[in-house]
């Protein structure tokens, strides 16, 4: 099974930081990854596909990239409304895990 | 409008069986694959089962394997969840999602004795 690692766990930051998370495959997976954004109490909400494509709705703020093992999301300016848990998954090959999670607070 | 609704979640004994349903609208159901994932209290996502559009290819967490099963029937534009011999760690809401893009409110399992 292929595992996914993110990093950090934890980000504290404030409103019109620029934020980057990681996520890591421990094999490779192409482009095949997604990125979710989960808030509290509420179902995942899709932001990013194929590694980097922005799903449609959500603010070019967000951006996607990498390919291969190392991927990251990127929010260029932080808004309130970001703050909450982002999740990666990979799309690679069955069972189709996610990440841990990352979870962005408020500073 | 794009809707997934879950339903079929309770308070179960473990050993128990319960089956979730997930009834969708808004899109052509019988175009799209179909997965389950669920959520432990306070804990991250965990994908669960696939099936495809029709039915054919049809994929398990190992937690679940042997104990869970998928199926969906396209005329009623419905998914299901099968939950057999259930446990305390299968505890959590359990969400249907269509590719990953349309994702239901969630239904919670709680097993218990």
């Known amino acids: 099974d292929i595992q996914l690692t993110q990093s950090p766990s934890f980000l504290s930051a404030s409103v019109g930081d620029r934020v980057t998370i990681t996520c890591r495959a421990s094999q490779g997976i192409s482009s095949y990854l997604a990125w979710y954004q989960q808030k509290p109490g509420k179902a995942p909400k899709l932001l990013i596909y194929a590694a980097s494509t922005l799903q449609s709705g959500v603010p070019s703020r967000f951006s996607g990239s990498g390919s291969g093992t190392e991927f990251t999301l990127t929010i260029s300016s932080l808004q309130p409304e970001d703050f909450a848990t982002y999740y990666c998954?990979?799309?690679?090959?069955?069972?189709?895990?996610f990440g841990p999670g990352t979870k962005v607070d408020i500073k | 409008e794009v809707q997934l609704v879950e339903s079929g979640g309770g308070l179960v004994k473990p050993g128990g069986s319960l089956r979730l349903s997930c009834a969708a609208s808004?899109?052509?159901?019988?175009?799209?694959?179909m997965n389950w994932v669920r959520q432990a209290p306070g804990k991250g996502l965990e994908w669960v089962s696939s099936i495809s559009s029709s039915s054919s290819y049809i994929y398990y967490a190992d937690s679940v394997k042997g104990r869970f099963t998928i199926s969906r029937d396209n005329a009623k534009n419905s998914l299901y969840l099968q939950m057999n011999s259930l446990r305390a760690e299968d505890t959590a809401v359990y969400y249907c999602?269509?590719?990953?893009?349309?994702w239901g409110q969630g239904t919670t399992v709680t097993v218990s004795s």
């Open positions: 998954q990979q799309l690679n090959s069955y069972p189709f895990t």
């Open positions: 999602a269509r590719e990953g893009d349309v």
């Open positions: 808004g899109f052509t159901f019988s175009s799209y694959s």
